[in-house]
């Protein structure tokens, strides 16, 4: 079977598991899995739930033919669409109830949304990035999309953000807000406290690294740093 049995890791399961929450209600639900790789989500989905319809989309043809493979060599290929395409334009004419982009930069997420929302208007976002955080909730923002909830699951030793995205959620429309997430509202979970303690220990080591710098370019970003560790301090302490 090769690959095919290769389970998820914490974080594309806490992924796949909120998209799982948010379509359960839905009879035959479409789900559209954006930068599917090998397609280890898209399966993982059909075994959870067998009446969906999966749209695996890739820019890649070699990711998307290690996609075809797993899926036939576990059955799982009856109802899959697996399209090579770029970004969401893969869903134009099509009608998602929920889109999932994982283990991408937020930069590149932020940019396929940006140029493909009005593909997907209508389906729930599910994103999580692997850098770049509050530079994609600024994109959701930007294109009018407010963030539901979020997750904060471990996978090898580090935290990672998962964002459901919805035009029915409010929108985090401040900089603070973007570097929060729904933590301007109060901390929520314990990994969302975890999350945010490594992100304070993180920027103070940074502050210190500037400080013992000395150069002009690294005193001047101190400022930008000092009030990130002040939020972050205020929300945690």
């Given at each position: 079977?090769?690959?095919?049995?290769?389970?998820?890791?914490?974080?594309?399961?806490?992924?796949?598991?909120?998209?799982?929450?948010?379509?359960?209600?839905?009879?035959?639900?479409?789900?559209?899995?954006?930068?599917?790789?090998?397609?280890?989500?898209?399966?993982?989905?059909?075994?959870?739930?067998?009446?969906?319809?999966?749209?695996?989309?890739?820019?890649?043809?070699?990711?998307?033919?290690?996609?075809?493979?797993?899926?036939?060599?576990?059955?799982?290929?009856?109802?899959?669409?697996?399209?090579?395409?770029d970004g969401l334009?893969?869903?134009?004419?099509?009608?998602?109830?929920?889109?999932?982009?994982?283990?991408?930069?937020?930069?590149?997420?932020?940019?396929?949304?940006?140029?493909?929302?009005?593909?997907?208007?209508?389906?729930?976002?599910?994103?999580?990035?692997?850098?770049?955080?509050?530079?994609?909730?600024?994109?959701?923002?930007?294109?009018?999309?407010?963030?539901?909830?979020?997750?904060?699951p471990e996978a090898?030793?580090?935290?990672?953000?998962?964002?459901?995205?919805?035009?029915?959620?409010?929108?985090?429309?401040?900089?603070?807000?973007?570097?929060?997430?729904?933590?301007?509202?109060?901390?929520?979970?314990?990994?969302?406290?975890?999350?945010?303690?490594?992100?304070?220990?993180?920027?103070?080591?940074?502050?210190?690294?500037?400080?013992?710098?000395?150069?002009?370019?690294?005193?001047?970003?101190?400022?930008?740093?000092?009030?990130?560790?002040?939020?972050?301090?205020?929300?945690?302490?």
């Open positions: 079977m090769g690959h095919s049995k290769k389970p998820l890791d914490a974080r594309l399961r806490a992924a796949a598991d909120m998209v799982l929450e948010a379509i359960h209600d839905i009879s035959m639900p479409c789900v559209a899995d954006i930068g599917c790789d090998h397609g280890f989500v898209t399966a993982y989905l059909i075994r959870q739930r067998p009446d969906i319809h999966m749209i695996a989309s890739d820019i890649s043809e070699a990711s998307l033919k290690k996609t075809e493979i797993l899926l036939s060599q576990t059955g799982l290929d009856q109802n899959v669409e697996v399209i090579c395409g334009k893969v869903l134009e004419s099509k009608k998602a109830d929920a889109v999932l982009i994982a283990g991408m930069g937020g930069e590149t997420i932020r940019q396929i949304l940006e140029e493909g929302i009005d593909y997907c208007a209508s389906a729930d976002l599910f994103l999580q990035a692997n850098t770049d955080v509050p530079l994609l909730r600024e994109g959701l923002a930007g294109i009018g999309l407010g963030i539901a909830r979020e997750s904060f090898g030793g580090r935290r990672y953000v998962i964002i459901e995205a919805s035009k029915k959620a409010e929108v985090l429309s401040s900089p603070e807000s973007w570097l929060l997430g729904t933590a301007v509202n109060g901390i929520s979970s314990q990994g969302q406290r975890a999350y945010l303690t490594r992100m304070l220990e993180q920027m103070r080591g940074t502050h210190a690294k500037l400080m013992e710098s000395g150069t002009k370019r690294s005193q001047a970003k101190v400022p930008e740093i000092e009030k990130t560790i002040e939020i972050l301090e205020r929300v945690l302490l």
